[in-house]
């Protein structure tokens, strides 16, 4: 953590207080496919949202973050959505606390290193963090898990998207030098080591911020619903496309409404495609790894059609640059980041090629992080 964070929590809140970390995540493999009851392959990354809190003086709760410079301040009655992220915190004490309120109030200092809206999960991070946190204060004896599942039921009853588990549970579950296989039904997981020193795993942010996305997002989930829906009638063994074959959903194309059918199929080959990366990465085979996550990419942008030309544009061009196996747009769509397999001696060069492309292009310049694959939530 930042010196700088320390003492301004410090500042904030005086000697006592506590603070909890959450990280954001990246995804390597298998999007959309947490919602569709699917395998996902997320590791938690070394940026991080920290908590700091303390008893409140004026028994409210009252919540300040430094990044925008925000101070918001509510009744302990006064639970319930909001705009804005301190709707996350409300939502969490919701989620977690017996009574759906704090016995007394909390004076609560926020500071962030994940960039917002470039997809790397900073909402899952707050309410992760701040779910760990009221674990720890008010002895609530949750599991990990337990405190995951509290932050999808936030993002979706408090901030209106109907998301997964994937990011929630990578903050919670994340562990240094791997990546986790998450079976999104079962939610039994399995950590995959990531430890290759010649390759880095770089995020390019297309600078396009994804707030606006949970409309479609939400669409995306409701076509995948009504596809299974349709298959049912003839598969009535099948509860989610997690249970479909590419033959089954092949043999019904015609009697499947168009949109739905292209959503399915996305989602049917990325589940396959993930499950192969799997022994891809056992097996040490970048290569094949990378391709499956340029197919991927395509499928997201012309079947699922959550990309954006700036996405598009970036993965063009840096398949185009000796040294990389794979990339693809991550996380939920319509801008953030591409995630990036590179080779470690290529980085620098690959990173500037492509830098001064998009700046031609897009008169932007994309910020662009090398990622290590970190432990998940701590109190500190
Ligand atoms: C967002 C959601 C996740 C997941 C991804 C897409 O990050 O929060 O649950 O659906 O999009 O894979």
Same mark, same amino acid.
């Given at each position: 953590?930042?010196?700088?964070?320390?003492?301004?929590?410090?500042?904030?809140?005086?000697?006592?207080?506590?603070?909890?970390?959450?990280?954001?995540?990246?995804?390597?493999?298998?999007?959309?496919?947490?919602?569709?009851?699917?395998?996902?392959?997320?590791?938690?990354?070394?940026?991080?949202?920290?908590?700091?809190?303390?008893?409140?003086?004026?028994?409210?709760?009252?919540?300040?973050?430094?990044?925008?410079?925000?101070?918001?301040?509510?009744?302990?009655?006064?639970?319930?959505?909001?705009?804005?992220?301190?709707?996350?915190?409300?939502?969490?004490?919701?989620?977690?606390?017996?009574?759906?309120?704090?016995?007394?109030?909390?004076?609560?200092?926020?500071?962030?290193?994940?960039?917002?809206?470039?997809?790397?999960?900073?909402?899952?991070?707050?309410?992760?963090?701040?779910?760990?946190?009221?674990? *720890?204060?008010?002895? /609530?004896?949750?599991?990990?898990? +337990?405190?995951? #599942? @509290?932050? %999808?039921?936030?993002?979706?009853?408090?901030?209106?998207?109907?998301?997964?588990?994937?990011?929630?549970?990578?903050?919670?579950?994340?562990?240094?030098?791997?990546?986790?296989?998450?079976?999104?039904?079962?939610?039994?997981?399995?950590?995959?080591?990531?430890?290759?020193?010649?390759?880095?795993?770089?995020?390019?942010?297309?600078?396009?911020?994804?707030?606006?996305?949970?409309?479609?997002?939400?669409?995306?989930?409701?076509?995948?619903?009504?596809?299974?829906?349709?298959?049912?009638?003839?598969?009535? *063994?099948?509860?989610? /496309?997690?249970?479909?074959?590419? +033959?089954?959903? #092949? @043999?019904? %194309?015609?009697?499947?409404?168009?949109?739905?059918?292209?959503?399915?199929?996305?989602?049917?080959?990325?589940?396959?495609?993930?499950?192969?990366?799997?022994?891809?990465?056992?097996?040490?085979?970048?290569?094949?790894?990378?391709?499956?996550?340029?197919?991927?990419?395509?499928?997201?942008?012309?079947?699922?059609?959550?990309?954006?030309?700036?996405?598009?544009?970036?993965?063009?061009?840096?398949?185009?640059?000796?040294?990389?196996?794979?990339?693809?747009?991550?996380?939920?769509?319509?801008?953030?980041?591409?995630?990036?397999?590179?080779?470690?001696?290529?980085?620098?060069?690959?990173?500037?090629?492509?830098?001064?492309?998009?700046?031609?292009?897009?008169?932007?310049?994309?910020?662009?992080?090398?990622?290590?694959?970190?432990?998940?939530?701590?109190?500190?």
């Amino acid at each position: 953590m930042l010196p700088e964070i320390r003492q301004q929590f410090q500042q904030y809140l005086g000697k006592e207080h506590e603070i909890a970390a959450a990280p954001g995540r990246v995804n390597l493999i298998g999007e959309h496919t947490d919602y569709n009851q699917g395998f996902v392959l997320p590791g938690a990354i070394d940026k991080k949202i920290f908590i700091a809190l303390a008893v409140s003086t004026n028994n409210r709760l009252n919540m300040r973050a430094i990044q925008y410079g925000e101070i918001f301040s509510y009744g302990l009655d006064e639970i319930r959505p909001v705009k804005g992220w301190p709707t996350y915190l409300l939502g969490m004490i919701h989620m977690l606390m017996p009574e759906k309120r704090l016995p007394y109030g909390l004076d609560l200092v926020v500071a962030g290193e994940i960039p917002v809206g470039a997809g790397m999960s900073s909402s899952a991070a707050l309410c992760s963090a701040f779910g760990l946190a009221l674990n *720890e204060r008010f002895q /609530l004896g949750l599991t990990r898990m +337990a405190i995951a #599942l @509290a932050g %999808q039921k936030t993002e979706q009853q408090f901030a209106g998207l109907q998301c997964g588990i994937m990011d929630q549970f990578a903050s919670l579950h994340g562990k240094a030098g791997h990546l986790i296989k998450l079976d999104c039904r079962s939610l039994q997981f399995e950590y995959i080591p990531f430890d290759f020193t010649d390759h880095r795993i770089v995020l390019v942010n297309t600078m396009v911020s994804h707030q606006l996305a949970s409309s479609e997002y939400n669409l995306r989930r409701q076509q995948c619903e009504g596809g299974v829906f349709r298959l049912q009638q003839f598969y009535p *063994e099948i509860k989610s /496309l997690r249970d479909v074959t590419q +033959a089954q959903l #092949l @043999a019904h %194309q015609e009697q499947m409404d168009p949109t739905d059918f292209m959503r399915c199929r996305f989602i049917v080959e990325e589940n396959k495609r993930l499950l192969d990366g799997c022994v891809f990465l056992k097996e040490k085979n970048l290569e094949a790894f990378g391709r499956l996550m340029y197919a991927s990419h395509w499928g997201l942008s012309r079947d699922y059609q959550v990309s954006c030309p700036e996405s598009d544009f970036l993965v063009e061009e840096i398949a185009k640059i000796p040294g990389v196996k794979g990339a693809r747009q991550m996380g939920g769509g319509f801008g953030g980041c591409i995630i990036a397999l590179i080779k470690t001696d290529r980085v620098d060069a690959c990173i500037s090629i492509l830098q001064e492309k998009y700046q031609n292009q897009f008169l932007k310049t994309p910020d662009c992080y090398i990622m290590s694959i970190s432990e998940g939530a701590q109190m500190l």
